[in-house]
């Protein structure tokens, strides 16, 4: 699947660790793990698929939810972190900002979660509707599913935690089968399971 933006930027994992870790000082909660964890699954997912990078994997999962540094937000931390990457030239993860809560197209530019103008929300909808998802979109995608902020789960259970604290809508159902496909589609680019990949999945799933 290829790109319709080009890739041209992220930064090392070096120096995503160090600023992460600076800018979570802002909104210290839940994402900072979450990211944490997703960034690890993401990695691990992408060892194994074998024709992506892992430490790019890494970095994007890290820096997916960087937009949240702001403070508790919704929608708007999807444009906070784009700014913010595209400040400092990361192309690639301001990209993941964007995409990785968007499994479904057209974005609803009435959904609940926007809480930024009317004008940023059609850039995000412009954005996803011309951009067509390759490999890392789709990954980060997946791993926002897999990843609590006290440890990786099975999805069904992410998506539950999510559902219960946001509440479900007429595209939830849709939702939840795109997110099933996207973990096919990456257990067949990793020739197995993916969970088998994940060590301590299966002790931090049964966690409360
Ligand atoms: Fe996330």
Same mark, same amino acid.
């Given at each position: 699947m290829k790109s319709a933006v080009p890739h041209s930027g992220y930064p090392s994992r070096e120096e995503a660790i160090r600023i992460f870790e600076e800018k979570i000082t802002g909104n210290p909660g839940n994402w900072v793990d979450h990211s944490r964890y997703a960034a690890f699954a993401a990695e691990q997912i992408a $060892? $194994?698929?074998? *024709?992506? *990078?892992? /430490?790019? $994997?890494? &970095? %994007?999962?890290l820096l997916h939810d960087i937009g949240r540094h702001v403070g508790i937000v919704r929608g708007r931390h999807q444009i906070e972190g784009y700014r913010f990457c595209m400040e400092n030239g990361w192309t690639d993860c301001a990209r993941i900002c964007l995409t990785h809560t968007h499994l %479904? +197209?057209?974005? #609803?530019?009435?959904?609940a979660m926007w809480d930024i103008s009317a004008e940023e929300v059609q850039f995000i909808a412009d954005f996803i509707d011309q951009t067509e998802y390759d490999d890392y979109d789709l990954l980060i995608q997946l791993c926002d599913s897999l990843a609590r902020s006290i440890g990786l789960? &099975?999805? /069904?259970? @992410?998506? &539950?935690? &999510? =559902? @219960? @604290?946001? =509440?479900? =809508?007429?595209?939830? %159902?849709k939702r939840w089968n795109r997110t099933f496909e996207l #973990?096919?589609?990456?257990?067949? +680019?990793? =020739?197995s399971n993916i969970y088998f990949h994940l060590l301590g999945i299966g002790e931090s799933s049964l966690l409360p």
């Open positions: $060892a $194994a698929a074998g *024709d992506m *990078d892992p /430490e790019k $994997a890494y &970095v %994007l999962g %479904l +197209k057209p974005v #609803n530019p009435k959904s789960c &099975v999805i /069904e259970i @992410r998506m &539950v935690d &999510v =559902g @219960r @604290r946001y =509440g479900v =809508g007429p595209t939830t %159902l #973990n096919s589609y990456f257990d067949k +680019k990793c =020739g």
